[in-house]
């Protein structure tokens, strides 16, 4: 027995070896970085908050450098210039979709914003900008259809008679239905309790991937599979989300008129009948159901977690709260809706909404890219098919693109003269070709309804604006904000 358990050791033990070897043999070309653990990577050098520890490597290890997430080598690139490079000038060489273990295991490679098939990304992508297109996106129409929208939003913040709350899951009900109306052709009553636990769903999940959970589950996929955890309800939650999708196609189809289109999903169903002879064909059930799903998350997380953050923000600056207020007052006046043309003549709100997208750092993590060939970065050599991790916060706190890098200051958005400046480092859903599907109607809905809010309401905190803490309160896929209640005083 003591022979055996000697033996089992000493293969145990080899086998460590041979890993720890290879890998430093295969990262021979790779940026240098922290010195990985045989089968733990370096989970030791970036334990708890993601973000800041590869901020902190940053600072040892200079711009580009090498971490291994379990034994997966990840080459992380920081800096505005860098980072363009990765999605910009250079960005048919890091063109691929990197690895994202929390979500692949649901997704399976469909749908396309986390697929690594090339030809299926091109094709679906291409497909649902051109169909969302076709029903308004980014067009005029939408700003109707958000319009409406806000005025549903305006009445139920009303209904609160100015008391304290939590107005994350109203406004995730008023991006929920302008996604929906898009992909179904209609919307929610805000009471429905079918949005609510959709919601719920979408947003628990976007949570944990973002936990430290989620940031071992993504190192350790394998191991933590067999876990107990919070990290277990990803998949649990996303396939609610899926049988909820799926029923709502299924009901689509008994009433579909391949002749008269009324939205997204028709479109796509419609597609796959004609090519239901193609076996290559991508337009597929499987496919509608992923896309589906992605841009729900899309359209709806991204938007209610921004806005929600942008309203904490401005109860810890009420001087910016008021310039805004006498802006809107001075441009729009009480009366009207806001529209977009009147974002030329309001050079401090458009300063103040970029800077609430630079500051708050959505997805400070980036979407992770692998190169489609071997690549030199900076005299380094990276092997095709590794994997990349464009810091996008070390782009948005670039201290040679913002005056103001780690601190909420509109003038990193203004001239001398007080006029809006662009600047090229703002890339909040990053950029280049894999640029977020929907990063227009984001712009769109941010400013109308942000502006239609402030117009209609002031915000009143219910702690002292010292204690407002509008640091991340869990920093790793997303930034999500630390939950304050606020009350919404008609003006």
């Known amino acids: 027995m003591d022979l055996l358990t000697l033996f089992l050791t000493f293969c145990i033990s080899f086998l460590i070896l041979v890993a720890t070897l290879k890998s430093f043999w295969n990262g021979g070309k790779l940026p240098p970085g922290p010195v990985p653990l045989p089968l733990l990577g370096n989970a030791l050098d970036i334990r708890g908050d993601i973000v800041n520890s590869l901020m902190k490597l940053r600072e040892m290890y200079g711009d580009v450098f090498t971490v291994y997430l379990g034994s997966r080598p990840v080459v992380v690139v920081t800096g505005y210039k860098l980072v363009k490079e990765i999605y910009v000038d250079n960005g048919d060489a890091y063109l691929n979709r990197g690895d994202l273990r929390t979500l692949d295991a649901f997704y399976k490679n469909d749908g396309f914003m ?59 009900k008023a991006f929920y239905n302008i996604i929906f109306s898009l992909m179904f052709g209609h919307r929610y009553d805000y009471k429905d309790r079918e949005i609510s636990t959709i919601l719920s769903y979408i947003h628990e999940t976007f949570s944990t991937m973002s936990s430290p959970w989620g940031q071992i589950y993504e190192m350790f996929p394998g191991l933590m599979s067999f876990i107990p955890g919070p990290h277990q309800k990803i998949y649990k939650l996303m396939n609610n989300i899926k049988q909820f999708v799926d029923s709502r196609v299924k009901t689509d189809l008994k009433t579909l008129d391949p002749d008269n289109p009324r939205h997204y999903v028709d479109v796509f169903l419609i597609k796959m009948e004609k090519e239901k002879i193609n076996p290559q064909s991508e337009f597929n059930l499987k496919n509608l159901l992923a896309c589906t799903i992605q841009i729900f998350f899309a359209g709806v997380e991204t938007m209610s977690t921004a806005i929600t953050y942008s309203l904490i923000i401005l109860m810890k600056y009420p001087d910016v709260l008021a310039k805004v207020h006498k802006e809107i007052d001075d441009v729009i006046g009480r009366n009207r809706d806001p529209t977009l043309q009147d974002r030329n003549h309001m050079p401090y709100t458009e300063a103040v909404i970029h800077e609430m997208q630079r500051f708050t750092d959505l997805f400070p993590m980036g979407g992770p890219r692998k190169t489609t060939k071997e690549v030199t970065l900076r ?113």
């Open 114 to 172: 986390f697929t690594a098939n090339m030809k299926r990304w091109r094709e679906l992508r291409r497909f649902s900008l051109m169909t969302l297109r076709d029903f308004g996106f980014g067009k005029r129409s939408t700003e109707d259809r958000i319009h409406e929208e806000i005025k549903h939003l305006v009445t139920a913040l009303k209904n609160t008679k100015e008391s304290f709350f939590d107005p994350w899951q109203s406004l995730s």
């Open 379 to 491: 005299g380094y050599t990276l092997p095709k098919d590794i994997n990349i991790c464009p810091l996008l916060t070390s782009v948005l706190k670039d201290p040679s693109c913002f005056k103001y890098p780690t601190e909420f200051n509109p003038e990193n958005f203004l001239n001398e003269k007080g006029e809006f400046q662009k600047n090229d480092a703002f890339m909040p859903l990053a950029t280049g070709k894999r640029i977020c599907l929907g990063h227009s109607l984001v712009q769109m809905e941010i400013f109308l309804f942000l502006v239609s809010i402030l117009q209609n309401f002031n915000i009143k905190s219910s702690v002292p604006r010292e204690e407002i803490d509008i640091t991340p309160n869990v920093s790793g896929v997303g930034n999500l904000p630390k939950p304050y209640k606020m009350a919404f005083i008609p003006r």
